[in-house]
């Protein structure tokens, strides 16, 4: 009966997963924490499955790579990169990427390519900035190291009692699936839009909020009087009058005190709006926030302002800016900019105060587009230092001289003491919800093994695969887990996989290890909904994307990669008897 009820919970938490109204941090804790104050896990257990090594060596990994996320190395590489035919600068961008994911963390690669991509004219960015997302997953999938998704599975295999993953353990498998799906990638690059094939173009479908002040000489005259139909690259798409919106804006419609206009337009048309009298621009004078310096940035996947609207924060005290228009992906924005709910990967375009690049906080909440860097990049001599110290730790841990998370250990103190790493960067960008959601995943990992419930999982999928073997099982092991991968997140789709991979290898009697790795690689086949990986949230508004462009440009890159995988995972690690 309890394993009935722990499967009915879990049942819950997906679904509440998949609708996205809480973080994965906030459910598996609340879940976690219920089983062990219903007594289904020890408090013992759940304090240890915080201090995993393996949860630790991840922490450190990700506290490491804040330093080298600062090495001019990809900016010295991008203007390189995108040079020559529009396939040709895929597959190099593509190589390029993946060799460094390899190492990196993946969300640092595409931060720092997403400016430089973004500024050329080379080739339409719309055209290069998904293979970017797809590139730096592809690269994740060939070493321990390269995605925190391999890392969370390496986490369970160790408290399962299994044998710890090796660093290249990944690579006869991912290598050869990351190079057919960049090949794949720039033949079907020609399916994707090309959003930005000039100037002008790139930098459109902002959506602008100006509010008709008391006493404006705007107030009590059409929209034709007033001379609001024929702004150049600026339109008038709809006006939001207390609790009612009017759209489409008709020429005669007249102005009231307390209208909120919401234009569309191109970001160096914006000043158009200083000639009109008594506008405000989110609150704030158009005439004086528009003579700021205009900077755009992207809402990065560690920021505090995912699901706050700009009216719930003092965002200019925050950052010492003003937010002049939204853009989100190429979808059209309705009512009141205001209060709409800010989302990771959106862009904003704000106008900047002399102090905003001296805020503490920008790295932690955006990625910036143009403008000056957010953190100074290291030295030429600073950069060697800490890239041939992670090298080094890279070939020690796989040499097996020196274990990971020592090598980590010492990495990390060097670069502290060092002042390649601060004190302050580390609490401001602590991987603390990760660590949650890990740490949290090892208790509700335990309780549906402890309960019964995995076996019981396991005897369904034994039931269900009977007929087609041990390779069956796999297969379905791995549909499972990519369907959790595109309808949640990476970690917590490897974090609920997991135990079915371990109950279904142990129902067949087989060696686990090719069902661990399969939910290795299947938690990374996140190709094709943009919501559900942070590299492509980061991408989908500065590409200006639909949800379509992600299905048809991903398509023919998931069923390659997904062919690649079970073709290769049963050869490199054989389906033989326990």
């Not at 804006?249 to 191109?266: K, M, N, R, S």
């Not at 800010?342 to 790295?363: E, K, V, Y």
Request: glycine share 10%; with cysteine; net charge positive.
């Amino acid at each position: 009966m309890t394993a009935y009820l722990v499967l009915a919970s879990i049942a819950v938490l997906l679904g509440l997963l998949i609708h996205g109204r809480f973080g994965p941090a906030i459910l598996f804790a609340t879940w976690a924490g219920g089983y062990t104050l219903l007594g289904l896990s020890s408090q013992q257990a759940f304090l240890s499955n915080f201090t995993n090594t393996a949860l630790a060596t991840l922490i450190l990994l990700l506290l490491v790579s804040l330093a080298l996320e600062r090495s001019p190395l990809l900016d010295r590489l991008s203007a390189s990169l995108l040079q020559g035919s529009r396939r040709r600068a895929t597959l190099k961008l593509g190589s390029v990427t993946a060799l460094i994911s390899a190492f990196m963390n993946n969300t640092a690669v595409v931060g720092a390519l997403l400016g430089p991509i973004s500024k050329q004219r080379l080739h339409p960015p719309s055209k290069l900035l998904i293979p970017l997302s797809y590139a730096s997953i592809l690269g994740g999938i060939t070493t321990l190291v390269g995605t925190s998704t391999n890392l969370v599975v390496n986490s369970f295999a160790v408290e399962a009692g299994l044998p710890a993953l090796q660093m290249f353990q990944f690579t006869l498998v991912g290598l050869p699936v990351a190079l057919l799906c960049i090949a794949v990638m720039a033949l079907s690059s020609r399916t994707l839009p090309a959003n930005a094939a000039s100037d002008a173009e790139s930098r459109t479908a902002y959506f602008l909020e100006a509010r008709v002040t008391a006493g404006s000489p705007l107030i009590g005259r059409s929209i034709e009087d007033n001379c609001l139909r024929n702004l150049e690259g600026l339109f008038l798409v709809e006006i939001a009058r207390k609790e009612r919106l009017i759209s489409p804006v008709g020429p005669a419609e007249v102005l009231q005190a307390g209208d909120v206009l919401v234009f569309t337009g191109a970001v160096d048309k914006v000043q158009a709006l200083q000639r009109f009298a008594g506008l405000q621009v989110f609150g704030v004078g158009a005439d004086a926030l528009l003579k700021s310096n205009l900077i755009e940035v992207v809402i990065s996947n560690e920021s505090e302002l995912a699901n706050r609207t700009v009216r719930d924060m003092d965002f200019r005290t925050m950052f010492d800016a003003g937010v002049v228009g939204i853009r989100r992906g190429d979808k059209r924005l309705t009512g009141q900019l205001g209060r709409i709910p800010l989302r990771i990967g959106d862009s904003l375009l704000l106008a900047a105060g002399p102090d905003f690049f001296q805020h503490r906080n920008l790295d932690r909440n955006f990625h910036v587009l143009n403008g000056a860097g957010v953190r100074p990049r290291m030295s030429s001599a600073q950069s060697s230092f800490a890239l041939t110290g992670f090298a080094s730790v890279i070939l020690l841990s796989a040499l097996e001289y020196l274990p990971l998370f020592n090598g980590l250990l010492i990495l990390f103190a060097a670069l502290l003491v060092s002042g390649l790493l601060t004190l302050g960067e580390v609490r401001r960008r602590f991987p603390f919800e990760i660590m949650v959601v890990i740490g949290s995943a090892l208790t509700i990992a335990g309780v549906l093994e402890r309960s019964g419930a995995a076996a019981l999982m396991a005897g369904w999928m034994r039931s269900l695969f009977d007929g087609y073997g041990v390779y069956g099982a796999l297969v379905g092991v791995y549909l499972i887990t990519l369907t959790l991968t595109e309808l949640i997140t990476n970690n917590a789709a490897a974090a609920l996989a997991f135990p079915i991979a371990l109950g279904t290898a142990r129902a067949f009697g087989v060696d686990p290890t090719p069902f661990v790795m399969i939910v290795a690689y299947g938690a990374s086949a996140g190709f094709l909904i943009p919501f559900g990986y942070q590299t492509h949230l980061m991408v989908y508004s500065a590409g200006r994307y639909r949800m379509r462009d992600f299905l048809r440009a991903g398509l023919p890159v998931s069923l390659a990669y997904s062919l690649g995988v079970l073709a290769l995972v049963p050869l490199v690690f054989p389906l033989q008897p326990a």
